[in-house]
């Protein structure tokens, strides 16, 4: 019984201080979840609870070959220039040219429609005039 608890003792151990490693040689800003100084205090303090948190929530995530070769990193983003584009994307009616034709077109002709109807209502208004003078 005392080799089974010598043994989860250096077990827990190792694992400590390779969490603890892994933690203290971590990149500040990749770390996830909490600050570095938590992550160290949770291992120290609730091991191996904290060293196993640590490989799970904590530790950067790896970064992933694309299929086209180059590295990703996840949680990284992408730069805009190097965004994946679908290739059929739909464009912003605001981007897009015909459809801006389009409007211009469509504006010519409610005015010409307008400028029409302005003319017939004041056709009418004089014809209203008229008949009003006549005795």
């Known amino acids: 019984m005392i080799r089974l608890y010598s043994l989860f003792a250096l077990l827990d151990l190792a694992l400590l201080v390779v969490a603890l490693i892994d933690c203290l040689s971590a990149e500040e800003y990749a770390i996830r979840a909490l600050p570095r100084g938590v992550w160290v205090l949770l291992i120290l303090v609730f091991s191996p609870i904290g060293a196993i948190a640590w490989f799970v929530a904590g ?63 004041r056709q009418r208004e004089e014809e209203l005039r008229r008949r009003s003078e006549e005795p």
């Open 59 to 121: 530790r950067p995530p790896r970064p992933v070959r694309l299929s086209n070769g180059q590295v990703w990193r996840p949680g990284s983003g992408f730069p805009e220039n190097e965004r994946p584009r679908p290739r059929s994307r739909p464009v912003a009616p605001d981007d897009d040219p015909e459809f801006l034709g389009g409007l211009a077109r469509s504006r010519q002709q409610d005015e010409e429609l307008l400028r029409r109807w302005e003319a017939d209502l």
